[in-house]
């Protein structure tokens, strides 16, 4: 039987549009080693991973009539220099080239009649390093099938592990009268899918937003904040065009375990407090009224282990953020309270629930805050925020060590900013990706959360 996309990754298919392009992305940067790093040696990596990441040689043909979901077959022109390529920079390149850069990477949507992934070697960068700049169809990504391609390029050691060679031979791609049998043979054990895909077919958009809508049922019954709208705010605007800005944070991991040990809560805790007076400040550099009420909501997707250890379940809390608050100690209990509340009250997403909502899998945190944020109402929060907790050793790429790692978070209908977070090797390190329009001083907002961490900071005693 043809290896047919799941009803959800369809719909970010069908869903996406020349202002929302849904891939999701990663900025990670290297010390070049002694032994060099070039575009040649990132072509021989990521071809001799492939084997671990098999989806990133399909692609997805559409079943004519639309009779079922379109299926993944091999790319049989499959050419990995297509989809690895390479950039620079005017050296000494800097920091903030690097970011433009990423931003019009982004801005591009992805070539859907190839497999959809591309990957850029930057190089140019200032103090001898270089960038791999990612971007993945969120309908790739399952962290199962198909983790992301930085996920196994990726090793603990300097000295990369062997990786047994593999011949991959594309297998024939199916006619499309093969596609019409295999869509009617499925038909006739599941027949209430042919209706399905006949409103797919006609109502494109709608039907999958309300497919996506259903799917969500068990994922909103679990979120108490969700009975009521979010309020208004800047950042839900129409998106209309596909143009993004990117910044960054840097702050250090062991900073918000001194605030946890100080003020109680989590180190998640932390992160959303600094977060909050980040946004407190930019919308008060903005001239916009903030009062003592003021809040904004945040959907923040986390994993919960169960009781024997292992990822079980996943917890997707709409939070709200006290960006009226001024002292930041009462901003951190506030929003240390909503979480624990989100907890205690036994309220999590069943592992079943999220693999229909997202395919879930604990490597694609980040892909899945941006699938569930992109099914999501705009009325229902308004950020998406996704902090995935990353290793605390140096990994190499060809023997080149990263020594950062940023997130690059699509952008949902009528949002004009998502966060992603990810701490790694003692670092944690803020990507946000906003709409080039609506947030002209995104780069202003990234300072201002290194700013709220230290006002945090200052609040613990020696």
């Known amino acids: 039987m043809p290896d047919r996309l799941s009803a959800l990754d369809a719909s970010y298919l069908y869903l996406e549009d020349a202002s929302t392009p849904m891939h999701v992305g990663s900025v990670a940067v290297f010390r070049r080693p002694k032994a060099g790093f070039d575009y040649d040696r ?116 300097a000295s990369p592990r062997r990786q047994v060679e593999n011949l991959w031979m594309p297998q024939p791609e199916p006619s499309g009268l093969q596609l ?115 809040t904004m909501r945040a959907m923040t997707p986390m994993s919960v282990r169960s009781a024997d250890g292992k990822p079980g379940e996943v917890s997707a809390y709409l939070v709200d953020l006290p960006v009226g608050e001024p002292n930041p100690v009462v901003r951190l209990h506030h929003v240390s309270h909503a979480t624990r509340a989100h907890q205690e009250s036994a309220q999590k997403v069943a592992a079943q629930t999220l693999v229909r909502v997202s395919g879930f899998a604990p490597p694609t945190l980040h892909a899945l805050g941006a699938r569930a944020a992109s099914s999501f109402s705009k009325r229902l929060f308004n950020v998406v925020v996704t902090n995935v907790p990353g290793p605390q050793v140096p990994l190499y790429a060809s023997g080149a060590r990263m020594t950062e790692m940023f997130p690059v978070v699509p952008l949902a209908r009528s949002q004009a900013l998502a966060i992603g977070v990810t701490s790694y090797d003692g670092g944690v390190y803020f990507g946000l990706n906003a709409d080039r329009d609506a947030m002209p001083d995104v780069d202003v907002l990234a300072g201002m959360v290194e700013e709220s961490v230290e006002e945090l900071m200052g609040t613990v005693s020696g």
């Not at 903030?96 to 009649?113: A, I, K």
């Not at 840097?250 to 040990?261: H, K, P, S, W």
């Open 42 to 157: 990132l072509v021989d990596l990521v071809e001799q991973r492939l084997s671990l990441a098999p989806r990133y040689r399909r692609k997805v043909v559409h079943v004519p009539g639309r009779l079922a979901r379109p299926v993944w077959v091999d790319d049989q022109d499959f050419d990995v220099t297509y989809h690895v390529r390479r950039s620079a920079l005017p050296t000494p390149g800097t920091d903030q080239q690097l970011h433009d850069l990423v931003g019009r990477l982004m801005s591009r949507p992805l070539d859907n009649t190839r497999p959809l992934w591309e990957a850029y070697l930057v190089e140019g960068l200032a103090r001898n390093r270089i960038a791999v700049v990612t971007k993945t169809h969120q309908a790739m990504v399952d962290g199962v099938g198909a983790p992301d391609i930085t996920q196994v390029m990726l090793d603990v050691s």
């Open 180 to 294: 019409v049998v295999d869509a009617v043979a499925e038909a006739v054990q599941r027949p209430g899918e042919v209706v399905e895909n006949a409103r797919s077919a006609a109502l494109d958009t709608v039907a999958t937003v309300r497919k996506a809508t259903d799917a969500l049922g068990g994922l909103l019954s679990a979120v108490r904040t969700a009975a009521t709208p979010a309020p208004g705010s800047p950042l839900n605007v129409r998106i209309s065009s596909p143009q993004r800005r990117f910044a960054v944070a840097r702050t250090r991991l062991d900073e918000f375990r001194a605030i946890r040990r100080a003020h109680g809560g989590t180190v998640n805790d932390g992160v959303l407090a600094a977060l909050t007076g980040a946004l407190r400040a930019w919308l008060l550099s903005r001239g916009e009224v903030v009062s003592a009420s003021t």
